[in-house]
């Protein structure tokens, strides 16, 4: 069983930046994928970024784009979110998710073909 659990969290005035964590335990090179959703009130949970362990190439949401990065960092086994130019509606909770099956890979941003998934951090923006 893979835990996955995020970490960085909290509130930030608009137009600040957060870096979100989500720790696999030991098992982040195992994955093919990890990828960041988040879920705003009232909304439907929504594919934000991915990174494809294998290639060490990203995938963004164009809602996104320009202003999150996914990365990696092997020796701590952590993959962040660092998300830049944070607006209200940026608010909701976070959570981190790994593994794709490969027939579903053009399918990233859809939560229902990740395998595992954190508990979420929450992300106020004011």
């Known amino acids: 069983h893979v835990q996955l659990v995020e970490s960085g969290g909290g509130s930030v005035q608009a137009g600040g930046s957060l870096t979100l964590s989500c720790a696999a335990g030991?098992?982040?090179?195992?994955?093919?994928?990890m990828g960041w959703f988040r879920q705003r009130p009232g909304k439907d949970r929504e594919g934000l970024a991915v990174?494809?362990?294998?290639?060490?190439?990203?995938t963004y949401a164009d809602s996104v784009k320009g202003r999150f990065i996914i990365t990696r960092d092997k020796g701590k086994d952590l993959v962040y979110l660092q998300m830049n130019g944070l607006q209200p509606e940026d608010t909701g909770i976070y959570y981190c998710?790994?593994?794709?099956?490969?027939?579903?890979?053009?399918?990233?941003?859809?939560?229902?073909?990740?395998?595992?998934w954190g508990q979420g951090t929450q992300v106020t923006v004011s």
């Open positions: 998710a790994a593994d794709v099956p490969r027939r579903y890979w053009s399918n990233w941003a859809i939560p229902t073909t990740y395998e595992y």
């Open positions: 030991r098992y982040t090179s195992k994955r093919n994928c």
């Open positions: 990174l494809w362990i294998g290639g060490a190439t990203t």
